[in-house]
């Protein structure tokens, strides 16, 4: 199985923008693969913050909704999540992963990128 890369993460102050990235090269077919973004704070338990399936829907954290965006450039192969509005409760460590559509497995994950939001 192919590894996913994440890149795009930084230290913002809060109001601030981050977009990250994912290099989902060995998952093109958006028929077969869905995608998400999830999130390690310290003291949480790791939680999705958005997802897309394989018709290009969006679902997102309640915490997150409305500032972020999260899409798929399908030619490119990669995943992107557009975080507007930061807050300093947004830093964590952040994850994309994959997993097939119709499953609610994720079966691989990236390496993870830090967001770090100060107030």
């Known amino acids: 199985q192919a590894p996913l890369v994440e890149s795009g993460g930084g230290s913002v102050r809060a109001g601030g923008s981050l977009r990250l990235s994912c290099l989902a090269s060995?998952?093109?077919?958006?028929?077969?693969?869905?995608h998400g973004w999830f999130r390690q704070r310290q003291g949480y338990e790791r939680e999705e913050v958005a997802g897309?399936?394989?018709?290009?829907?969006?679902t997102y954290a309640n915490s997150v909704r409305g500032r972020f965006t999260i899409s798929k450039d399908y030619a490119k192969n990669i995943l992107y999540l557009q975080m507007n509005s930061l807050k300093p409760e947004d830093t964590a460590m952040y994850y994309c992963?994959?997993?097939?559509?119709?499953?609610?497995?994720?079966?691989?994950w990236g390496q993870g990128t830090q967001v770090t939001v100060s107030p």
């Open positions: 897309i399936d394989n018709a290009q829907k969006p």
């Open positions: 992963a994959v997993r097939r559509c119709g499953e609610t497995t994720y079966i691989r």
């Open positions: 060995g998952y093109p077919s958006k028929w077969n693969y869905c």
